[in-house]
Nanobody
């Protein structure tokens, strides 16, 4: 069973960049596909990005395409979400999630596809 902890949230201004990290422990990190989700106040949790176990394939929500980059370092048991050109509408709690898979093209985008979740980190973008 893997445990996930997110780091890197904070308060930034519109147009700034931020990199979130998701540190995993308790399992073999390379056995898991990883994803990032976010939840804004009063809204449903929404998918942001996902990456296969090897890092060879990624998929993004339309809101993240061209601005966010998901990556992973299996040697460091860590996944990342680089966020550039941040907008006030990106304000949310960002959570990483893991699901056991070594399929080279499995890119889960639905919450129920993930078995393990971190507590989340707050990202606030001021205008």
């Amino acid at each position: 069973q893997v445990q996930l902890v997110e780091f890197g949230g904070g308060l930034v201004q519109a147009g700034d960049s931020l990199r979130l990290s998701c540190a995993a422990s308790g399992g073999t990190f390379s056995n898991y596909a990883m994803g990032w989700f976010r939840q804004a106040p009063g809204k449903e949790r929404e998918f942001v990005a996902t990456i296969t176990w090897s890092g060879g394939n990624t998929y993004y929500a339309d809101s993240a395409k061209g601005r966010f980059t998901i990556s992973r370092d299996n040697a460091k048991n860590t996944a990342y979400l680089q966020m550039n050109s941040l907008k006030p509408e990106d304000t949310a709690i960002y959570s990483c999630a893991a699901t056991r898979s070594q399929h080279s093209t499995y890119l889960p985008i639905l919450s129920y596809e993930y078995a393990y979740w971190g507590q989340g980190t707050q990202v606030t973008v001021s205008s």
